[in-house]
């Protein structure tokens, strides 16, 4: 019962709309109808500016980090010698708290299942779970958004770097996670299978790089192949 309730709170933590709720609180608007239309820290710099943009995702990927401490100390509390309930892995549970923060960011109970992509606050389990992997696929992330301004070819880089960092950080640790590998192939290839829109944009030319927009303007139409923003990060 205790096992269920931690899993529920990490849903509950990362359906929390960080972005709805600044928006709201900052200008009193429903970001739901300004810049992209996207709850996420990429349309708060549109809406609001970069400083608030960032406040953003550094609460997205806390509460992608929480969820794995959260879980880490359930697992610290089994005692000794005792199987782990379905008998898993612990990393199996610390990995299920950090995929279903990233899961209530996107599908978020509290804005009738919708969200962001999930991005930030994966980093933010991703940072616990392997640190320095995680470093190092944020430093391709910064290296390409800062040369293209770009969120998406930025964090599909990333998501495409991640899986080798892991695999090379992971096999010279002298307690090598499989698990963590097998999931990072698996979590990446979700974050890039929900980038497909934005892939097809890159590969028109149609995908531009991360201004300052209009907050007034509500969102565009989703069809239309030019909103270079839905759905990031």
């Not at 709805?20 to 820290?41: C, E, T, Y």
Request: some cysteine.
């Amino acid at each position: 019962m205790l096992l269920i309730l931690c899993l529920l709170c990490c849903y509950l933590l990362g359906a929390i709309p960080t972005s709805f709720l600044l928006a709201k609180q900052v200008k009193g608007i429903d970001l739901r109808q300004h810049g992209s239309g996207n709850l996420g820290a990429t349309n708060i710099v549109r809406t609001l500016g970069v400083g608030w943009g960032i406040l953003v995702l550094l609460l997205d990927m806390a509460k992608g980090a929480a969820s794995v401490l959260l879980m880490s100390w359930l697992v610290s509390q089994w005692p000794p010698g005792q199987p782990t309930p379905l008998h898993l892995p612990p990393d199996v549970w610390r990995i299920l708290a950090g995929f279903l923060a990233a899961f209530g960011h996107t599908f978020s109970l509290f804005m009738d299942f919708h969200g962001g992509k999930g991005v930030a606050t994966t980093a933010g389990a991703y940072f616990i779970l392997a640190p320095f992997p995680t470093l190092s696929a944020l430093v391709i992330f910064a290296g390409v958004f800062a040369i293209t301004r770009i969120v998406s070819l930025a964090s599909l880089c990333a998501a495409a770097v991640l899986p080798a960092a892991v695999a090379y950080f992971e096999y010279h640790s002298p307690q090598f996670s499989k698990t963590i590998f097998v999931f990072t192939l698996l979590i990446c290839g979700w974050v890039i299978h929900r980038h497909r829109a934005n892939i097809q944009r890159l590969q028109d030319g149609t995908e531009k790089p991360l201004t300052t927009g209009d907050p007034g303007k509500k969102p565009p139409d989703p069809k239309d192949s030019g909103d270079s923003s839905r759905g990031q990060a």
